[in-house]
């Protein structure tokens, strides 16, 4: 089945660093989606991002949606230590659907 | 506000044992999901339902059934577990008013042997 493409695959920072990770698909997407993941737990929404070119901001957490409209980026600034976990995209292709797409993560540590 | 929940949170079954798993949300979502989560790998759809009395298959379906009890119940079931049914799975419902964002259960890890 399809997946999105994400990348890095993993990441160690140090605290206080600026992140960076992409996703992206040989698709269009209407809508996407980032999650967070934390051990032992469902993911839980971070930013949703609803047409090209949007930019969307969560507290430390900004997102865009690709002006191709087959990519996303995630940006988290000023990481600390709570930022570890696994960051999926998601993604729904045809408007109107209910299925979405995941990304395969990325696995952030922070290195206090 | 309880959000999505799931039962139970750890299994082990033997191979052909059947069970279901129970997922419910209080949101008054209409949509709900089902997903199979393995190592390494991102959420692969096994089925949804996009309303009360509909379900269709996503991805991955083989070897699962589902009912949508009612608008706050979607249950998974296993008719004769395999060991590749060894998995995390994870319910979620999509609302209304932010309309494509999905909200997850805290998930049943499920071990077959």
């Known amino acids: 089945g399809q997946q999105l493409n994400q990348s890095p695959q993993s990441m160690f920072i140090q605290e206080g660093e600026d992140v960076s990770m992409n996703c992206t698909s040989s698709s269009i997407f209407n809508t996407w989606l980032w999650y967070k993941q934390e051990p032992g737990e469902g993911p839980v929404l971070l930013i949703a991002?609803?047409?090209?070119?949007e930019l969307t901001s969560n507290g430390r957490l900004t997102a865009q949606f690709g002006i191709t409209r087959k990519d996303s980026f995630l940006n988290i600034s000023a990481s600390i230590p709570s930022d570890v976990g696994i960051y999926f995209c998601a993604g729904q292709r045809i408007p109107g659907t209910y299925k979405y797409i995941f990304g395969t993560g990325t696995r952030l540590k922070v290195l206090a | 506000n309880a959000g999505v929940t799931q039962t139970p949170k750890f299994q082990v079954l033997k191979t052909g044992q059947s069970m279901t798993l129970q997922c419910a949300q209080d949101?008054?979502?209409?949509?709900m999901y089902w997903y199979r989560q393995d190592p390494g790998m991102g959420l692969r759809l096994i089925y949804y339902s996009a309303s009360e009395g509909t379900t269709d298959k996503g991805e991955v379906p083989n070897g699962y059934n589902v009912s949508r009890l009612n608008k706050r119940e979607f249950s998974l079931r296993l008719e004769s577990a395999a060991p590749s049914q060894t998995s995390v799975y994870f319910c979620?419902?999509?609302?209304?008013?932010?309309?494509?964002?999905?909200?997850f259960g805290p998930g049943t890890r499920l071990t077959v042997t």
């Open positions: 949101m008054n979502h209409n949509s």
């Open positions: 991002l609803y047409k090209a070119g």
């Open positions: 979620a419902s999509r609302g209304q008013v932010s309309f494509y964002e999905q909200y």
